[in-house]
């Protein structure tokens, strides 16, 4: 089934609808979606480039994005955790096996993801996860927020997009080798085609990186909290 007409969207040229999981990523969606500008418009989905790593040897890459058809819809992470699953966990780890997964994510998780994940982790103790975004979804709203600290809580790095980050994603899932991100170097460079330079990738970054700090400062608060307030309650109780 092919993609709906976007010839609307400037840039964002249809494709072929994908199998999930992608080798690589088209270079004008990578443009699209993951422009790291806080409300941009019309980004609806979500794409996943992820890295899998076992005992610290690469073993899998790919691209997931939101299933929305010709099947149930489906959440970018949803389906990542649906395949991981039934590929690299279908053999029992041995002894000491540790799995190592890296998400570069258009879109931070939702709450409904960011709890089976969360899920997730908490039950397979030998998988370490990366989350990494180029954007903060719904971040004003307590229980979008409360989802991300979830997922700290449940043993997964969380961090924004640095543009360290993006080269990276880049170089790993959309580009041949003979059309490299421009250098990081020069603040003035224009990195996506909207307009956005590297200076403005940065400073977009850092806002991001400070709101999704507060984020989870809360959660580190309340465990301080909860901990004088139990510590507490023991030596009124000895007393």
């Known amino acids: ?6 010839t609307w969207k400037k840039g964002y040229t ?3 609808w994908p199998r999930n999981p992608m080798q690589k990523l088209y270079a004008d969606y990578f443009d699209f979606h993951f422009t ?3 409300t941009p418009k019309g980004r609806n989905g979500c794409y996943i480039c992820y890295k899998v ?11 997931f994005e939101n299933q929305f058809y010709p099947k149930t819809r489906v959440h970018a992470e949803i389906c990542f955790l649906n395949w991981f699953k ?17 998400w570069y994510m258009s879109w931070s998780p939702c709450v409904e993801c960011a709890k ?19 954007r903060l979804y719904h971040s004003n709203k307590q ?19 640095s543009p360290e980050d993006f080269t990276c994603c880049w170089t790993t899932f959309v580009a041949p080798e003979e059309a490299l991100f421009p250098p990081w170097s020069n603040p003035d460079d224009l990195v996506f085609s909207p ?38 309650s023991l030596l009124e109780a000895e007393e």
Do not use: C
């Open 1 to 6: 089934m092919a993609r709906k007409k976007l």
């Open 14 to 16: 249809p494709k072929p």
């Open 36 to 38: 790291n500008k806080p």
């Open 53 to 63: 790593q076992r005992n610290h040897s690469p073993i899998f890459k790919g691209v």
């Open 86 to 102: 039934e590929s690299p966990l279908e053999q029992t780890p041995g002894p000491g096996e540790q799995y190592d997964i890296t």
């Open 116 to 134: 089976q994940v969360a899920e997730f982790l908490n039950t397979h103790k030998h998988v370490r996860l990366r989350i990494t975004f180029s």
């Open 143 to 161: 229980e979008y927020r409360q989802g991300l600290r979830s997922l700290a809580g449940a043993g997964a790095e969380v961090a924004v997009m």
């Open 195 to 232: 307009g956005l330079t590297w200076a403005k990738l940065s400073k977009n970054s850092e806002k991001l990186s400070k709101m999704l700090d507060d984020i989870l400062l809360d959660s580190e608060q309340l465990k301080m909290d909860s901990t004088s307030l139990n510590n507490r």
